[in-house]
T-cell receptor, first 116, second 110 residues
Framework: DTGVSQDPRHKITKRGQNVTFRCDPI?????LYWYRQTLGQGPEFLTY????????KSRLLSDRFSAERPKGSFSTLEIQRTEQGDSAMYLC??????????????FGEGSRLTVL | QKEVEQDPGPLSVPEGAIVSLNCTYS??????FMWYRQYSRKGPELLMY????GNKEDGRFTAQVDKSSKYISLFIRDSQPSDSATYLC??????????FGAGTRLTVKP
């Protein structure tokens, strides 16, 4: 396992379509995070999981967004009825919990979404 | 007020210069302080992390934290063209809920 992997790397879709992104974290990391990053901005927190439990969701995560981590391993982020404002890079990160490590986040390469 | 404010860029320096990158934060409960480097169209990669006030050095990089002022800095000595990237400060609490600055884009010219 060489790091966090995300798929697809780039998705182009038409407004109103649904899209799903997948993240495979580093295998021994039980925390998994989703961030969104737009051009010229830092990553914005969306949600995070500890194992299969979703512990926090940002108010940025509207009803059209849903994230799952059913078996505490990989995670999916689905966006329903996409809007042009959803165009961004969606970053996944994983970590050990603060007590089990230094808490640093290890990021994937991101999934870039373009909504036409 | 944003939870984390980062000095805006872009910043352009000649090779060999000392670079100073700065962030302030508002929540005194934050206890994890990190700097990430992000190359174009890539995910951020961890550069430095620290938990306490003071300095931490790693090669040409020094991270400085002043909790009393809620201020963190990253210094790069003898900057190289390969240091050209966007630098993100990240600050978090006990829940590992990291908050990122907007990033400072650095260009080191040969």
């Amino acid at each position: 396992d060489t790091g966090v992997s995300q798929d697809p790397r780039h998705k182009i879709t038409k407004r109103g379509q649904n899209v799903t992104f997948r993240c495979d974290p580093i295998s021994e990391h039980n925390r998994l995070y989703w961030y969104r990053q737009t051009l010229g901005q830092g990553p914005e927190f969306l949600t995070y999981f500890q194992n299969e439990a979703q512990l926090e969701k940002s108010r940025l995560l509207s009803d059209r967004f849903s994230a799952e981590r059913p078996k505490g391993s990989f995670s999916t982020l689905e966006i329903q009825r996409t809007e042009q404002g959803d165009s961004a890079m969606y970053l996944c990160a994983s970590s050990l919990p603060p007590g089990g490590g230094t808490g640093e986040l290890f990021f994937g390469e991101g999934s870039r979404l373009t909504v036409l | 007020q944003k939870e984390v404010e980062q000095d805006p860029g872009p910043l352009s320096v000649p090779e060999g210069a000392i670079v100073s990158l700065n962030c302030t934060y508002s929540n005194s409960a934050f206890q994890y302080f990190m700097w990430y480097r992000q190359y174009s169209r890539k995910g951020p990669e961890l550069l430095m992390y620290t938990y306490s006030s003071g300095n931490k050095e790693d090669g040409r990089f020094t991270a400085q934290v002043d909790k009393s002022s809620k201020y963190i800095s990253l210094f790069i000595r003898d900057s190289q063209p390969s240091d050209s990237a966007t630098y993100l400060c990240a600050i978090g609490g006990s829940n590992n809920d990291m908050r990122f600055g907007a990033g400072t884009r650095l260009t080191v010219k040969p």
